[in-house]
């Protein structure tokens, strides 16, 4: 196969992946994760939720499986299963089964003290648990069915025993909620963020498919989750910007993600939104643009408190007359406290390494831009002109020093090989001319001969430096010196 044809396929086949990951449902699916990642996902969770459920019927003998409920949830690792009591075989009931999660802090025994206290909890808009039990790797929990189903489900009309990805991925028909409806729905789901704010209990789960109907009457699900350490639904968006950095301000991030899905029947396209389709009040506009905004990013999640005062909630009557009661021991409330604040640290710590490779990424494109390498090449041609305009000063300058250092008296002695050679002595003109085969009469002016060269790279100024030697000679500076003549006959 040509090479070409092979990197055109890697491109292609890129680009689809990209579109995938950033599809927030299809980046969660466990046929996506496998594909990317097949050793990290290798095992078979539905076998290992069997085997566990098995064991608690062994126990618990008065329930039966009537079905699994195969991919009605988004997680790989929390399974669903249809049951029954025995001796009531017309109700059903919802098995949940879940492994822990890597915010789990508690200790095993204050899990499992927690995880039973759920069945005690009573509130209008928290949907009754019938059974909670864990153990040191994972929980079980049972509830009522609905064959309503959730909150997502009548936004995007689906049968509730349907899989995830075939109810939501891709909706046939994309329609908002009423107005009273979102009024109504939503100041039940404050109400009961802010009890849950008020116990110490942390959430952090938020979600449509996270909320049962119950005629009008909406519901909160999975409060377990956070007691087992199980990410959250949004986390990939929140973990994005770091003033949303404890639990309270991921509740009321993730509120604005089901708001904006009840009004316009589909989540938002990216976070943070600055332009938001027309909607049926302002006042919800309003409520959105202080949850999803970028402003609202860069200054911090308002308070549940804060949001049940605006206009699109403040004037919501509510009907129900059941009296919440959540009663958490003072010494489980401690160890609730201590896991917020574990989990809300790893938050800080993954949104500080995300922040620190979104700065990498952008430094890293920005310089490997094209417009980036041109002015690099451009700063680069400039740099390189100065540095040889100025080594040319530096040498202009040193030759200017030595044409003047050569027209002082103490390098009168440097002259030119090719400089005439002075006579061999200044007192002895008596004395007849030495014959052709006398060695050289002033050895001291050959033995600074060679030294010149060297200090002289140019020819020009070697030039300038020979005729300042010869117009400053002087004759006395020369060494006396003795001759003795061999050359006439000896008479014995």
Request: positive net charge; contains cysteine; glycine residues 4%.
């Amino acid at each position: 196969m040509e090479r070409e044809f092979i990197a055109e396929r890697q491109k292609g086949l890129q680009a689809y992946l990209d579109v995938i990951t950033t599809h927030h449902i299809l980046s969660n699916c466990e046929l996506v994760k496998k594909f990317l990642d097949p050793n990290s996902y290798s095992v078979n969770y539905t076998e290992i939720a069997l085997q566990h459920v098995s064991m608690f019927f062994r126990s618990e003998p008065k329930w039966e499986v009537v079905e699994p409920l195969k991919d009605i949830g988004w997680r790989i690792r929390k399974k669903y299963f249809l049951m029954k009591i025995k001796n009531q075989p017309k109700e059903r009931l919802m098995l949940s089964w879940a492994d822990l999660g890597p915010d789990k802090y508690l200790s095993d025994k204050d899990l499992q003290y927690a995880v039973k206290l759920l069945s005690s909890c009573s509130h209008p808009y928290i949907y009754k648990i019938t059974f909670a039990t864990a153990n040191e790797s994972s929980a079980l929990v049972i509830r009522p069915f609905s064959e309503k189903g959730t909150l997502k489900d009548l936004i995007y009309k689906a049968k509730p025993k349907d899989p995830f990805l075939k109810k939501y991925c891709n909706p046939k028909k994309i329609q908002g909620l009423e107005l009273q409806q979102i009024k109504t729905y939503g100041r039940q789901i404050l109400e009961v963020l802010k009890f849950l704010h008020e116990k110490g209990f942390p959430y952090g789960h938020l979600h449509s498919a996270n909320v049962m109907l119950d005629g009008d009457t909406c519901k909160l699900l999975d409060l377990e989750n956070s007691l087992l350490g199980l990410p959250s639904f949004y986390r990939s968006y929140f973990s994005q910007f770091r003033k949303i950095n404890t639990l309270e301000g991921v509740d009321v991030h993730c509120f604005g993600h089901l708001l904006y899905e009840m009004t316009y029947g589909r989540p938002p396209d990216m976070i943070p939104v600055d332009n938001f389709p027309p909607a049926p009040s302002v006042f919800v506009v309003s409520v959105l643009e202080s949850i999803l905004t970028c402003e609202a990013m860069k200054n911090g999640m308002p308070t549940v408190s804060r949001l049940l005062q605006m206009p699109l909630f403040s004037d919501v009557l509510l009907t129900s007359s059941e009296k919440p009661q959540f009663k958490i021991p003072t010494k489980l409330k401690e160890a609730l406290k201590t896991s917020k604040e574990c989990i809300e640290k790893r938050l800080t710590e993954d949104q500080k390494l995300i922040h620190q490779h979104r700065r990498l990424t952008r430094a890293q494109s920005h310089h490997g831009s094209e417009e980036e390498k041109k002015k690099r090449k451009i700063l680069a041609r400039k740099k390189s002109k100065r540095s040889a305009y100025e080594s040319g000063e530096e040498h202009s300058a040193k030759y200017s020093n030595s044409n003047n250092s050569a027209g002082s008296g103490a390098s009168s002695p440097l002259t030119s090989p090719s400089s005439p050679t002075p006579p061999s002595t200044a007192g002895a003109s008596s004395i007849p001319p030495a014959p052709p085969p006398l060695p050289p009469a002033a050895p001291p002016l050959s033995t600074e001969v060679p030294a010149q060269p060297s200090l002289q790279p140019d020819v020009g100024a070697s030039r300038g430096a020979l005729l300042s030697s010869i117009q400053n000679f002087r004759k006395g500076t020369l060494k006396k010196t003795q001759t003795c003549d061999y050359s006439a006959p000896r008479i014995s």
